[in-house]
């Protein structure tokens, strides 16, 4: 395999991941008004879908005028990454899609803050949720959106700060809430005093609740 070939597949995986930043960023996604969480992570998944099929065929392209094992070595590699990463993004879209299906009546948390892979950003985190760590069984993260159940709850938040895959601690506060049902809640931070508080509320049409 030449190195064009190699800067080839390279191409083909940092384009996904440059996409979906794009479709994440928080200078692009819609915090004023109602945006479909299923719908979005769907997208995410056939962007990974077609970097994958494309993968694939160059890939076997590359077997096929190849007879070296070096060559098969490296293909047998990347075949495996392709697996990881599309496996990692297909369950994700069906854990968040099991759980909405499971609780229709949902409402979500975002939190307003500057987004980048780069430069890292603030990431919100339930702590408790009426006294259960992490919500479980009533809530349900997923990158920077928070699901949970339609109902009077008390959430323990903390805020952390994320640079890649790692996460640090910066602080907790204290907030009830009435969630309603179809509803997005968006937070925004008073920094100086590490605190939250609740920006706005942005309701969802009655058929955009499931995609």
Same mark, same amino acid.
């Given at each position: #395999?030449?190195?064009?070939?190699?800067?080839?597949?390279?191409?083909?995986?940092?384009?996904?991941?440059?996409? /979906?930043?794009?479709?994440?960023?928080?200078?692009?996604?819609?915090?004023?008004?109602?945006?479909?969480?299923?719908?979005?992570?769907?997208?995410?998944?056939?962007?990974?879908?077609?970097?994958?099929?494309?993968? /694939?065929?160059? /890939?076997?392209?590359?077997?096929?005028?190849?007879?070296?094992?070096?060559?098969?070595?490296?293909?047998?590699?990347?075949?495996?990454?392709? #697996?990881?990463?599309?496996?990692?993004?297909?369950?994700?879209?069906?854990?968040?899609?099991?759980?909405?299906?499971?609780?229709?009546?949902?409402?979500?948390?975002?939190?307003?803050?500057?987004?980048?892979?780069?430069?890292?950003?603030?990431?919100?985190?339930?702590?408790?949720?009426?006294?259960?760590?992490?919500?479980?069984?009533?809530?349900?993260?997923?990158?920077?959106?928070?699901?949970?159940?339609?109902?009077?709850?008390?959430?323990?938040?903390?805020?952390?700060?994320?640079?890649?895959?790692?996460?640090?601690?910066?602080?907790?506060?204290?907030?009830?809430?009435?969630?309603?049902?179809?509803? #997005?809640?968006?937070?925004?931070?008073?920094?100086?005093?590490?605190?939250?508080?609740?920006?706005?509320?942005?309701?969802?049409?009655?058929?955009?609740?499931?995609?």
């Amino acid at each position: #395999m030449n190195i064009d070939s190699f800067w080839i597949l390279t191409a083909l995986w940092i384009l996904p991941f440059v996409v /979906i930043n794009m479709l994440r960023s928080r200078k692009r996604l819609p915090l004023d008004r109602w945006y479909n969480p299923l719908k979005m992570a769907k997208a995410e998944l056939m962007v990974f879908t077609g970097a994958a099929l494309i993968s /694939i065929a160059y /890939i076997f392209y590359l077997y096929l005028q190849s007879k070296t094992f070096i060559v098969y070595s490296y293909i047998g590699l990347v075949l495996l990454l392709i #697996m990881y990463i599309y496996t990692t993004s297909l369950v994700t879209y069906l854990r968040l899609r099991l759980w909405i299906n499971q609780h229709p009546d949902y409402a979500f948390f975002v939190l307003d803050t500057p987004h980048s892979w780069i430069k890292g950003h603030h990431k919100l985190h339930i702590g408790k949720m009426n006294g259960v760590k992490e919500g479980r069984g009533m809530s349900f993260s997923l990158d920077d959106e928070i699901f949970v159940v339609s109902g009077k709850h008390n959430f323990s938040f903390d805020i952390l700060s994320r640079d890649g895959k790692s996460s640090s601690y910066l602080y907790t506060d204290y907030i009830d809430l009435d969630t309603a049902a179809g509803t #997005m809640y968006v937070f925004k931070e008073k920094q100086n005093e590490k605190k939250l508080y609740l920006s706005h509320t942005n309701l969802a049409p009655e058929t955009n609740l499931k995609s």
